[in-house]
């Protein structure tokens, strides 16, 4: 495989082009990353989620998650229709409240690029589309490139891509490198507007915390803008261990080389209390500068409600119901 | 500290509520079943937190130590070693189920009397109070089978003297093997942390337990004395400080009492330049700040190779920087309060001390409660082995900081010193865990993980750290013969 | 004109449900004195085959429990029967023909049985297992490892104590297990599993099956995914029991015999029960730096 419009090894300038030459020098790179301890890192990620997170501090949690959302549909069964409503309850979140914050992003598979961002407007709620033959990843390169550029085309602000989980569990790390590096390139638009990429390494796939360390920096390396966790098809999705070993990961890439990387979970946050965990999680593992949609998004569908939920709750003081809630 | 990290995501004040308390303003002895006046002088125990006072406490003088052995001793001869184990046992059950009823209330007075954050009340103190009753109930019927004979024996009465660093849990950690041994009790809490133990004499009232079979009697070191050195006293088990279990060693010399020590300990924390970084600098900060340092198998020596050195430093600080010190009742409190005035005095003295040794002093910024007894996680860094810090028992949130190049020099540093209470080792490499393992003088060696308890594992020193251990099977040699 | 009472229906136990047999059979249980008392589910092949099913569903699951969270477990079982005592006596009355103070003294040992069993949760490791001094430099440590899914055929004389024995030393150790009670006196054992039901054991861990051992038990004895078969419910019938031993063999299960009369279950167990259904596995690692 070679890829048509850049070279391996030139990804930005990153300082890594030692590194990600060949199989065998990303092989010693990745491997020589400091191991991660599953049950010490299990315990961590545990304890940060008994923190207790009350009134005005729940207050700026819930919105924040709320402006952090990827409302998501990435189903067979998806319409123009849908997608439509999706988009509008993604600007109005809470229809009843206009103090409501607008989501991050409306996530579509390619095909529905267009609708949504006709729906979105000017509203400044972004388009992300999954691409490179999502979920599974396992199509020719031409035919991924070329799914990423018609949504590029279509006027995605984001792409989420998948590696090729194949090639990395079988050590073939630089055509999972090179794979990103071109995905990276067909985000490009002539106008510089390049459209963000976000590079889905399904870590229910790569089983363990060693491998997601290893794909974190890969990805990294190949000019990733996020690294996200999931497609949301595979159990477990994320999970707040994985999150926090793909946020000491983007922490550790700035200290070496000062370039951020977002970090998105997805796929099996559902309740607000969650959602909050992730919020302490990025607040103490890397700090405040990762707490912004730049920096850190849920993907998620039902997420929304749930907050939408709690947020009237904070304010009516009572508990709400899903009736009092729209379904898109 | 955390102030400092997130102006924006500040977490609210999170308390738990202290009416799930009833603190009386007073409390007695109990003995034999009740409570009863002590005829010492009375004493007040404070929250260390606000230098608030919970309760004023009896004192018991040498005649309440008489009449509480001597309960004991009745419960002992009469009822308890009469009684078919598999009774004992449904006793101890029921104690570990009342526990377990009125967890939380015991957590918030832990950390009311002891200043300990209440999510380590909570998550680890009570929890592990509930699991050594269960376990060792689950002995009471089975001591044919502890590989102490056929048909082992209990000593008689069991004097137990506690500290004031894990109130609840040593206690459970004295009475619990004693009782499921056949023995009755005689304790006594340290004076500024009764209040947990006498909430357990009213659980022991709630479970019926026969009258005698424990006795809790509050005091100071006299009380102390009075009862270790009581002729009617078959065995003494103690946890505290080696000058004082030395003092026990020698009052006991020439009788026939059984001994257990559990004592100080300047715990060798050793991180290789493989070690799995993150879960690495998690173990420091649980080694050393865990309960405010105030633990005797804390890792207060950390030893690091020279090659990550820098990496591991920078790390550790950053993550100092979000621990969160204050009110230990808030769920979101790190970092409680030091017990007391004094042993404040005693941190702050040998602080200085490594000053003045040249030692570099470093803590993350951090505004100080202005009523209360605190002091910040600290670090020094510049240590060897000649500094008083690396040498002498802090008991406080303070880590020594000195480096290795070999694991030949990580042993030697490790072992170079009297105690031998507890060790860490951090590295990926298994054989190598297995090796240091091998060659460290230390009761506990942890792998990476630190300060890990369980009631099935064995706890206890070698060398001047004490002798005996508690937990596990071994726990039962202790009051068996 | 007096109040007609509503009775109970006996089911089977399978993966945490209470299905009737599938084969829609049953067969009247009768008391001590010959009187009807109800209509038991008939255990069918497929019965057993849906409990094997599920109690291998549940093995993972429950061997990965803490022995701990086990041992909580099995007494909380003894807390839920301490509470249901009456109920327990009268079916013991029932069943065993017992006066109604030996039937007490019946359900005390039965209780105070799964009791010790509780406390074994987390000390059997520690009786039986140890580091070995191999001559190398080596670190080689022996476990007790449950085997397994375990066919149990309960006593047919004991259908309470005897059950209860049969069934906790197995579980305790992290089995699971699918057992066929006490043909003539089963309804002790729906009892017990209705406590199980309540008392935070997971489906699947015990399946109950109310029938026939001579119909069953060839069907579990020759069943490939069962990796253990305590006959005790056969004592005194060496013809069967040889049969089933030579079942068993075909994916050499561990066997537990059967005795030639059913023995007396008022006396302490020992080790054997639950040693009957652990592997010892041993683990070798080299020291070094």
Redesign the interface.
Known sequence: MTATSTTPGQAQGSGFEDVTRTDASLRRFLHGL????Q???E??AAGLG?????????A??ID?AIRMVDLTTLEGQDTPGKVRALAAKAMRPDPADPTCPQVAAVCVYPDMVATVKETLGSSGVKVAAVATAFPSGRAALDIKLADTRDAVEAGADEIDMVIDRGAFLAGRYQQVFDEIVATKAACARPDGHDAHLKVIFETGELQTYDNVRRASWLAMMAGADFIKTSTGKVQPAATLPVTMVML?AVRDFRDQTGTMVGVKPAGGIRTSKDAIKY?VMV??VV??DW?DPDWFRFGASTLLNDLLMQRTKMTTGRYSGPDYFTLD | MAKT??????????PESRSIVDIKPSYGLFVNGEFVDGHGAAFKTLSPAIEEVLAEIAEADQADVDAAVKAARKAYDKVWSRMPGRERAKYLYRIARIIQERARELAVLESLDNGKPI?ESR?VDVPLVAAHFFYYAGWADKLEYAGRGADPQPLGVAGQVIPWNFPLLMLAWKIAPALACGNTVVLKPAETTPLTALLFAEICQQADLPPGVVNIITGAGATGQALVSHPGVDKVAFTGSTEVGKAIARAVAGTDKRVTLELGGKAANIVFD??????AV??IVDGIFFNQGHVCCAGSRLLVQESVFEELLERLKRRMS?LRMGDPLD??TDIGAINSAEQLHRIRELSEVGDAEGAERWAAACDLPAKGYWFPPTIFTGVSQAHRIAREEIFGPVLSVLTFRTPAEAVEKANNTPYGLSAGVWT?KGSRILSMADKLRAGVVWA??FNKFDPTSPFGGYKESGYGREGGRHGLEGYLK | MSRIDVRKTYKLYIGGAFPRSESGYSYEVLDSKGKFVANASLASRKDARDAVGAARKAFGGWSGRTAYNRGQILYRIAEIMEDRRPQFVQAVVQSEGLSAARADKVVDEAIDRLVWYAGWADKVTQVLGNTNPVAGPYFNLSSPEPTGVVAVLAPQESSLLGLVSVVAPVVVTGNTVVVVSSYERPLPAVTFAEVLATSDVPGGVVNVLTGSAATVAPWLAAHMDVNAIDLVGVAGEPALATDLEVAAADNLKRVRRAPAAEPDWSAEPGLEPMTAFLETKTVWHPIGV
């Open positions: 400091p191991g991660v301890d049950v010490g890192a315990s961590r008994t923190r207790s997170i009350k009134t005005s501090a729940k700026y949690a924040l000491e919020l607040n103490e700090g405040q707490l | 990290t997130s102006a924006a995501f500040e977490y609210a004040p999170a999510k998550d493989d070690a799995p970084i993150d879960q998690e173990g979000t769920k979101n990926d990476n993980t």
